[in-house]
């Protein structure tokens, strides 16, 4: 018999639980499991109401364990471990048991046999449960100073941000100087701004800044340490080669994309005349009254969108849609109209995205005389060269009910789009998580869409996935408020779930050390010998470690041997 | 209070921005107009590209805000004002609206809404169910707090006099709570049973309802409520009196004002005794109203509620001497006596037999008087109710001829309508415009009537044309009784020295608190206010006996409020709410009426309990709660306060993020689509509902005949991108929504089919293509092609025509069973009206200016002002998230440059 008192709260979940698992049964089931004072269902165990009634019943029934079977750790596990700080229980003390992605949603075809499973389930949350221990959070002070890689326009405007909020901020850019893409931009969409002019206001601020250091040619070459303390090493290429190690308290990745740049003979590209748009842009900007191509003035300018974008075949496609294009396209359509009003332009598209207000430079561009063609993705516009000597685009036009359509073209423009930039090394070192369209991942878009999985790096801009230049600043600002939230408070508190060495089982053959991600082991000396040493603050609690001790000398905290082994023995027990 | 940063709504941005400065450590203020914070996005079923559900992705930020030791939310509260005081600092007006529910101590148990009875469209399911007058706005509510929507007082239940909540009892009867509907009249009144027959009901003139096909028989309802409840109990029906207080009250005259009185003091613990100078109680209640109008036995049951708390009623004893009573123990006297006196024609042979007063007449006859009219002539001269009831109880005691003489014409009758349409149809004659001039009789004994005929002339003090005679006109009339009826006169001589009277003899009394001159000693009914209706004397004895019992306890009478009532609902505003009602005819009123009737029976039958159902069933809620007061007995936390009104506080902040949100744009302005007409052609958020985990259904089901469908069709680019409807711009998130729908359809309904018609397939954002291909992985069937209209089937089912552009650009049409219309975004431009002084800039399409999106994503036209989220164009979820961190991250820096130059 235990004498735990624990409580334990079924979920719902609306239906999303109670439509395939039993949950009042396994309510009955779990109610009897030795230790369990308390065993109840909630339509929504996150509700604010449940949460307090989990708070009276902690209080109340002075319940020393708390287990919860509801959604993913993932989603909640942080709610619940609140509600037991709040309720004054340790959070440690608090076991999430998964019955719906694990469980309910995965056995949609099977009522009995997922009641089954989640009982199973809840069981062996409650044998964790029963063998917590009361932890405390590692406390570590943070250093306010955050290291922003990328200079470019997100990289920038979050060294200000963060700079305004009195954090200081070491700015580290690969490139000889600041600004990335945008300080290449003439006109951008769809405010007409200068990029250009943009990037010298936000580089003039950023000097004005004492609390800011800017690093051109830089390159962050290592890292270690913990969110709120990481231990960077930046190395500055110029004259001579120096390298800067400091401490910062967070690291924000701002590094940017790549463009698309088309395949040889990718609709006609490596012919003369065909283009990609930042290419077109140019001899945009370069135009003084006449656009010229080659010395030849250009009246006839064919686009084609998604090049590089929303590619279903092929080797190493890119399958997702670029977002910002459609809206460039149109954007360089309008400006061309507005420097000649005469010239024919043609835009061979697949769907027109020009999302929210742009839709507005959509429909400037049809006034301003561009003919929009829509093709079907199994029959992509053929770019050639004709016999005489002009580009010919060929279509099949879905607007036009499918009539072929021949246009001579003076220049192609490519609408290319964006690519993950090529960042292997920086991806190594910080252990970013990189997604299966190449960009960095965030955890989740919607509840932590700047933070990685890597606590206290966050990513903001287009190297998180194609962004325009306003989006990515909104986005780095979001980074900006992530960062503060840590540093302004002076501490993080770290999981301490992690492992720890019973120094007197410890025979330093070192397996260990060999076996961390983190390089987090480390030697001591313990009554004359030398013995390995778990750095709290690096160690992350993956496990990796523990089951290859020869010596059973490590123990996951939260995870120990004795309660894995029990909780096995408890899901494996008869079903009555 | 002060406050860094105020943010206005409490969506996902508006809980983003402040999450976000709250974690930073900056105070925040969230002020949320709904009585739960998490805005649209909670109401969603699950969101795009990653499918989680949308609770799960909110409640964990709703409570989050709601905890966060940084943030304070004012959830039922609108910002009314911001604007800049003198040292920079935003002066920020709050009004906290009342939820009538204690919110500390509710518990959020539902009890209340259970018990509710007023059913309204749930706005939190897009109006597809019902919800209840008390409630809490959805399952995962933060806080989990019930609120009672009040409208405003129902014109029924403002226009009582005697503040009878009519609108109650009525919805009570439509929950078939009969005895819960009489106890709540009798929180009012014990003449239930009286008033249910004889009330001349004016809250049925207000009535909503008499503005469409005809008012709620309201005065029927209650006759029902009180005989159902007579006939199934036999009494007592008292509420549990409060402890004795030692107290006595005198209450003089047993008619409605005095038995209200007398039971509500008797409630308040105080020793009641009535003192009566007629043989039997119920003054004008039993001696005036003829019984076909009101049975005795009614006022005998009605007069029970009162003695069953204890109240002694001694007949037989007339009061000249208030004052004396004093001495007698009594610690309060209140006078009721009525109108007891008649006033005299002042006309030759008024003191001949045969001529009776009224009040004489029908005091004799209801107290039994053996009386025959037999091949007699009756003249009844007056043209008031007591008139009418004098002439046809004249015509039920045998009389071969009643004559109404009146010297005015039918138009200017101050008798009810009905009454006179009663009479004439029980064979009274009516002589208009023809005035007694002498009584002739005969050995003392009434014969003949000399009369004038008159004529109309110039409009007299009351407004009414005075009657002149015509000369030369006089004719004789013979008859053998005449009955006068032309008014009746308060019986106050013997007060004269105690009290202070008006002119006309009815005592003065303060009309607040119904004093009198002599302090304890207090007055209502017809004896303060002249002849006048039961309900008004029900009224005067309620308030009177109000003041008593402070009178009693030694309290303050002046500027006290009795009964404030919350003011009363616009009728054009409840018709309003609804695009249409389905026709209820009233039932119809049909009284037994037969010439020359010669018993007394009720002439009026009772509601039948189907009729009495469907009748209240008709009510249109018009202050949404009733005031039945049931959820108050309910709530076990004891947290109803119906007295709650709205409160404004002021706060300084240093800073303001708006993320007020968008608006649907309503399916309605589409017309060639039908949404409102066709059933069956639904909108996207009401898709949502139906998709939510605590959707209304329980499953996806067409609203047309609640069949699962199996065909859906969507309309992308519903009042978006569409310069008809006004809007050209992009909504960014249909398509999107469409095709998250299609995704979960196909989960939900395996066998249906789902088709999306579409300009541009948008799925430009992270993951958002790769959701998009999967969904046409599923099997969902992408259509290019904008609708062009949809037309309706006799089985519900929707004919959609279109362009197929992937097929050679043809006409087509296709049939599908539910029509799901990808309804767009729109501003919501309220917030342009929070500003005063500095004036908050909007873009060409009514959206919150952003001054400097290029660097400053959030900035507004307002130094220090801020927008957050779909406030200033639409958005997704993922970039109304990243925007209010932006919002965040700039309202913090501009706190910290306020904080740097102080």
Known sequence: ?576 | MNYDVLVVGSGIGGMESALKLGDMGYKVLVVEKEPSVGGKMILLSKVFPTLDCASCISTPKMAATTHHPNIDVLVYSEVEQIKRGQDGQFIVKVRKKPTFINQTLCTGCRQCEMTCNVAVPDQYNSDMVARRAAFIAFPQAVPKKAVIERAGTSPCSFTCPAGIKAHGYVALVRSGKYKEAFDLILETTPVIGSLGRACYAPCEGECTRGDLEGSLPIRKLKRFVADTRYRENAGPDGKPVAAPSGKKVAVVGSGPAGLTAAMHLARKGHRVKIFEAAARPGGMLRLAIPSYRLPKDVVDRDIRNVTDLGVEIQTGVRVENPAALKDKGFDAVFLATGTAGTRRLRVAGEDLAGVVSALDFLRDVNLDKEISFKDKTVVVIGGGNVAIDSARVAVRLGAQKVIVQYRRSRDEMPAHDWEIAGAEQEGVEFRYLSAPQKFIGKNGKLTEIECVKMELGKPDSSGRRKPVPVKGSAYRMPADVVITAVGLTPDTGCLAGTLELNQNGTIAANPETMQTSVPYIFAGGDVVSGPSMIVNAVGQGKRAAFFIDRYLNGEDLAGVAFEEKLPVVDKQTVINRQQSYRNLAPVPGREILKPGVSDFTEVEPPLTEEEARYSAGRCLDCGVCSECHQCIAACPADAIDMSMREETREVEVSSVIVSTGFKLFDAHLKPRYGYGKFKNVITGMEMDRLLAPTRPYNTVLRPYDGKVPDNIAFVLCTGSRDCTVDNPLCSRVCCMYSVKHNQLIMGALPLADVTVYYIDIRAFSKGYEEFYRQAGAMGANFVKGRVAKIDEKADGNLILHYEDIDNGGQLQKAEHDLVVLATGLLPNTEVFKLFSGEKLAADDFSYVKEVDEDINPGQTSIDGVFVAGTASGAKDIPDSILHAGSAAAQAAAYVERIRMSK
């Open chain 1, 1 to 576: 018999m235990s004498d735990r008192r624990i409580g334990v709260y079924i979920c719902h979940c609306g239906g999303n639980i109670s439509d395939y698992v039993d949950v009042e049964a396994v309510r009955q089931a779990v109610e009897v499991e030795p230790g369990v004072v308390v065993a109840k269902t909630a339509m929504f165990t996150c509700s604010d109401a449940t949460q307090q009634e989990m708070i009276e019943d902690i209080r109340e029934q002075n319940l020393d364990g708390l287990v919860v079977a509801s959604c993913s750790p993932k989603l909640h596990l942080f709610t619940f471990r609140e509600v037991a700080k709040r309720a004054g229980l340790n959070p440690y003390r608090y076991t999430q048991v998964n019955v719906r992605e694990q469980c309910s949603w995965t056995h949609t075809d099977d009522r009995a046999g997922a009641t089954e499973k989640a009982v199973r389930l809840v069981r062996a949350g409650v044998a964790r449960t029963a063998l917590t221990e009361p932890l405390e959070p590692i406390v570590i002070d943070t250093v306010p100073k955050v290291l922003v890689v990328g200079a470019g326009i997100a990289g920038l405007r979050a060294a200000i941000g963060l700079a305004d909020l009195g954090i200081s901020v070491l700015l580290a850019e690969k490139s000889a100087a600041p600004g990335g893409w945008v300080a290449g931009f003439n006109k951008m969409y769809p405010h007409d701004r200068t990029g250009r002019l943009l990037i010298k206001q936000l580089v003039d601020k950023v000097k004005r800044r004492e609390n800011i250091t800017l690093f051109t040619d830089a390159e962050l070459v290592a890292k270690s340490g913990s969110i709120g303390n990481f231990q960077v090493k930046i190395r500055v290429n110029g004259q001579k080669t120096e390298e800067i190690s400091t401490n910062v308290g967070s690291i924000i990745v701002a590094t940017g994309f790549d463009g698309y740049h088309p395949r040889d003979g990718e609709y006609g590209y490596g012919i003369d005349g065909v283009v990609t748009l930042p290419e077109y842009k140019e001899i945009l900007d370069n135009a003084g009254d006449k656009m010229l191509f080659n010395g030849k003035e250009i009246k006839n300018v064919v686009y084609i969108y998604c090049v590089g974008s929303r590619q279903q075949t092929g080797e190493n496609p890119h399958r997702y849609c670029s977002r910002y294009c459609c809206n460039a396209g149109v954007h360089a359509a309008v400006e061309s109209a507005e420097k000649d009003p005469q010239v024919n332009q043609y835009h061979l598209f697949r769907d027109m995205r020009t999302y929210g207000k742009f839709e507005l430079l959509y429909g400037r561009a049809r006034e301003k005389g561009s003919v929009f063609l829509k093709f079907d993705d199994n029959e992509p516009p053929v770019v050639e060269k004709g016999p005489d000597g002009r580009l010919k685009v060929t279509v099949k036009d879905l607007l036009t009910y499918g009539e072929q359509v021949e246009i001579p073209a003076d220049v192609v423009v490519l609408v290319t789009g964006m690519m993950p930039r090529e960042n292997s090394a920086l991806v190594d070192i910080l252990k970013l998580p990189v997604g299966r369209d190449g960009f960095f991942n965030e955890i989740h878009p919607k509840l932590r869409p700047v933070e990685t999985v890597v606590d206290g790096v966050f990513i903001c801009g287009a190297c998180q996935g194609p962004k325009n230049s306003a989006e990515s600043v909104a986005s780095a600002l979001a980074a900006v408020t992530q960062s503060a939230s840590i540093l302004k408070k002076g501490f993080v508190e770290l999981e301490p779930l992690i492992a720890v060495i019973d120094p007197k089982k410890c025979k330093l053959c070192d397996v260990c050390s060999k076996s961390c991600p983190y390089s987090a082991i480390e030697q001591e000396h313990y009554q004359g010998k030398t013995v390995a040493r778990v750095n709290e603050a690096v160690c992350k609690g993956c496990g990796g470690c523990a089951p290859l001790c020869p010596d059973n000398a490590i123990d996951l905290k939260g995870y120990t041997d004795a309660q894995m082994e029990s909780m096995i023995d408890a899901m494996l027990k008869e079903i009555g």
